[in-house]
């Protein structure tokens, strides 16, 4: 795992592991973009999918369901975040899935090729994205797809906007980095991406931006709750060695912020992510 060392010490790392703690609340948040994804990909009963970056297991567990006689192959780069995943698919009796720790990267999926490879949010966190899109083209079968949905910039998102803002306001802004570096907002750019893709072989392409909308569970207060322990705001905190009371703080502002999107104790936030296929 040599190729996304950072990557892999990044979800051993207490804040990666943030993802087990908030699990629930930002599967629930992120449940219509795994459904608008997956409804993409047109998959088909019997496809053998493979699912890069599944985390807790949520994409998988959701793939494996729309495909009763086929199976899903559920990959990622930390085994916390894959020993969970795997007690979910037992407890479920999810018969269909199997799980690997892997650097996408680099790892030969090339024996058993698949008819398709999705991923929620996991795409963006390679090294060299050219050679992670080439290596994974191999894993597929002849005109097998690929289906991954990214998030658009913090701008287009206040799940990430108005707690960063928030932590800036309390501790103060992080130098500015690579907007294209590794993580969660790498592939904010559709064009560029796009490019990439091509540079990799695949055929096509499409990259576009989507609308959507994120439903954390637990009304404003826990809305906020999760968008703050998770995402820039986290990073700051960590960054300026923020206290407990900073973190409440934090949390109080993003609260009183969050309280635009509740509809009758529902909380819905606007968002943008965007989605890319191609196929081999």
């Known amino acids: 795992m040599d190729a996304n060392k950072a990557q892999a010490d990044y979800w051993a790392s207490p804040a990666g592991l943030k993802w087990l703690e908030h699990e629930h609340a930002l599967d629930t948040a992120m449940s219509g973009m795994l459904d608008k994804m997956l409804d993409a990909a047109d998959i088909r009963s019997t496809d053998r999918i493979i699912d890069i970056g599944c985390g807790t297991g949520a994409s998988t567990l959701e793939a494996a369901q729309r495909v009763p006689d086929g199976k899903v192959l559920g990959v990622d780069i930390s085994s916390a975040l894959l020993e969970r995943a795997a007690s979910r698919a037992n407890a479920e009796g999810a018969r269909n899935t199997s799980f690997l720790l892997a650097d996408a990267q680099t790892h030969d999926f090339s024996a058993q090729p698949f008819d398709l490879l999705v991923s929620r949010l996991g795409m963006s966190f390679f090294a060299d994205t050219v050679a992670a899109l080439r290596n994974l083209s191999n894993a597929l079968k002849d005109h097998g797809k690929m289906v991954f949905v990214c998030w658009a910039s913090v701008a287009k998102n206040p799940w990430f906007e108005i707690p960063k803002q928030a932590a800036e306001e309390r501790l103060g802004a992080l130098p500015k980095g690579d907007p294209n570096a590794p993580g969660p ?24 931006p989507v609308d959507m909308v994120l439903t954390p569970p637990g009304g404003v207060a826990g809305a ?55 196929s081999r």
């Open 224 to 278: 906020a709750r999760a968008a703050s322990k998770v995402g820039p705001a986290a990073r700051i905190t960590k960054a300026h060695k923020g206290t407990e009371a900073d973190e409440l703080a934090i949390e109080g502002a993003v609260k009183v912020a969050f309280e635009q999107f509740d509809e009758g104790g529902s909380v819905r936030v606007p968002a943008v992510v965007n989605l890319f296929t191609c």
């Open 185 to 208: 907002n790498a592939f904010q750019d559709c064009d560029r991406v796009a490019d990439l893709m091509l540079r990799a072989g695949v055929s096509d392409v499409e990259a576009r």
